[in-house]
């Protein structure tokens, strides 16, 4: 059911005569509403499945790394060449025999080319990144919630992020009051806090004067000639209006040994509560009246009929609420009718967005002008506008308002038409702007993202003109960049003629609607999104929470890159589990976003360190240590096959037992994963030149070159350490065990100080621990070991020319190629 468009009535009769009244949603109790007193019959409407929270939210997927997948890859090219390498030693054997039962034991001698122990040393290693970013005090308050994905941090081309509580704070602060004729700023609030003292000073001087005689009637102040108002006045009458034009509730907390009845004091009572709080549905109405407040005027009560304003002298206005019409997406404007209790004054007041009020309001020459130049300071603005009322004219108005509300059909249409009734030739009070304060340092954390080669997207369910803003006062779209607003386009045709209008820009910022949105995807979607990839920022304004998912999956399908989704509310729930990457932060809006995301901030700006940081030494390090891995495997299993085809392919074993469990675990496994404390360049380095980051996208660091640059490492130095041991061992075959498996930690342990970049001392550690670990192991593994050869010079020797032969040529070719053709971070480390 939709509670917007049901439309009843319903008969009260507890009142003499009974009273009609409409059913509409201002009679729905929402979830978690207690009824004070009395009983409620009713409907339950919007539970289970219809709940917002539901619709607006997907099912979670199963979130891969890209980096996974690439090594996913390599280990199944691993196992074919498992296969290939046993086929092809069945084959040079000549087929004698049982050949099958020989193809399942080489199969099984070469078993190392899979790097079993890869699946733990990276889920260890990603333990370890997430421990990092949780204890780096840059970035206080970081949450790790997956342990599966850190280094898509490092990999991300697109990021989708939300407007408010993310990029801003959700906080607005009032900052321009223009009247027409002149502007005020946040240097001259004191002017109008003066022009509003002196004119409520002068009212109740005048009041005083004027006690003896009766109120005059409001149609002989209407009848009066007009005359050019002073700029107090106009002032008085801004201020007022926007004190009077709103849906804030004034809240007081009790204090100790004060009863709840202060919320509800008389006239004569104390207003000026220090613990005095406002609630809204909107930050925008709040900072209104926070406003007014700082300027004199305070509102001080309210409730359903009635509001209480306090004057600077401290005297109490108070006014009957008459009629209320509350903003809609579709008005973009709020009405209320008010009556001065003092003086029976009927007057209506509005205020909405300029694109709404400007038909309304009365001919004048500025307020385009004023709002463009606003709008360009980054600013939300609101067109303030009242109308003058008799007594007649609003009771005329009142009872066709009732009865358009008593239809059963067509209500809706009816009631505005009735309102708009009123809407015509209001006067033009003032327009006023309102900012939404940005989050500590998102310019800076923008730009550097920008320079990072990430392409930001804000989606975002304000209206198109706030987003606007935004936009250009947090430099997400450069004041110099071209912005092409995508107009409003309903049917195939009209999409077509937009997109066209589109494709002739170049280099410009997009900003569109989701209704347009929503057109163009279901007639062009390939042509849109390519031509929105093109832009260096898009705005989706009026999204829904499914939209902001479908427009994440969109571009994953479309251009296969990683995505990023950030937000702080549950809206942003499915676009985040719909990326490859899901940031929450903790905001005003709760904790929902931050805990369904994978990773979780405090604020926008640590994003910056995150992925410049963080998600460069994930990817690196894990790169490094899965490609470590199967080097690790297919030197031992290069030297079984050359051990084979030298004793004419016989599938036996060139190590057995300890030596095989030991070569993977204590004799190698701290060196290797100390990897991940490894880093390539320097925190400081990394946040300075975020161009750096484009070179991670590309997938350089893991890829199949790079994969077969390490199998033709491993092939030379298994050949090398095999050959070598074969030509220089002497009479008995446990000496060749001896030197090669001895020169094979060695060489280990000296490509693992090759492949480091950067030491830590826990590398160092882990490398003198597990050649100690070797060295102390060999006065018991006599099974394997002849105590008194490997004591001798000439194991030493022999062990270290092996070594020497197999790593020199390694090095020899590093240095070469830092000195003719070094990576960017070493151009900017040197």
Known sequence: MDIHSFEGTFTREDS???????????????????????????????????????????????????????????????????????????????????????????????????????????????????????????????????????????????????????????????KRLHLGTVSYGADTMDEIQSHVRDSYSQMQSQAGGNNTGSTPPRKAQSSAPKVRKSVSSRIHEAVKAIVLCHNVTPVYESRAGVTGETEFAEADQDFSDENRTYQASSPDEVALVQWTESVGLTLVSRDLTSMQLKTPSGQVLSFCILQLFPFTSESKRMGIIVRDESTAEITFYMKGADVAMSPIVQYNDWLEEECGNMAREGLRTLVVAKKALTEEQYQDFESRYTQAKLSMHDRSLKVAAVVESLEREMELLCLTGVEDQLQADVRPTLEMLRNAGIKIWMLTGDKLETATCIAKSSHLVSRTQDIHIFRQVTNRGEAHLELNAFRRKHDCALVISGDSLEVCLKYYEHEFVELACQCPAVVCCRCSPTQKAHIVTLLQQHTGRRTCAIGDGGNDVSMIQAADCGIGIEGKEGKQASLAADFSIRQFRHIGRLLMVHGRNSYKRSAALGQFVMHRGLIISTMQAVFSSVFYFASVPLYQGFLMVGYATIYTMFPVFSLVLDQDVKPEMAMLYPELYKDLTKGRSLSFKTFLIWVLISIYQGGILMYGALVLFESEFVHVVAISFTALILTELLMVALTVRTWHWLMVVAEFLSLGCYVSSLAFLNEYFDVAFITTVAFLWKVSAITVVSCLPLYVLKYLRRKLSPPSYCKLAS
């Open 16 to 174: 003499d005569p009974p009273v009609h009244e409409s059913l509409s949603i201002e009679n729905t109790l929402w979830a978690s509403t207690i009824v004070a007193s009395g009983t409620v019959i009713g409907v339950v409407i919007y539970t289970g499945k219809e709940t917002r929270s539901v619709m607006n939210t997907s099912n979670p997927k199963n979130k891969v790394g890209l980096l996974d997948l690439e090594l996913n890859r390599l280990t199944k090219a691993l196992f074919l060449a498992l296969v290939a390498l046993s086929v092809v030693m069945v084959t040079l054997q000549g087929f004698v025999g049982p050949w099958y039962r020989n193809l399942f034991r080489f199969l099984l001698l070469f078993s190392y080319i899979i790097p079993i122990s890869l699946r733990v040393n990276l889920d260890m290693g990603k333990a370890v990144y997430g421990w990092m970013m949780m204890k780096d005090e840059n970035i206080p308050g970081t949450v790790v919630r997956t342990s599966t994905i850190p280094e898509e941090l490092g990999r991300l081309v697109y990021l989708l992020t939300d407007k408010t509580g993310t990029l801003t704070q959700n906080e607005m602060v009032f």
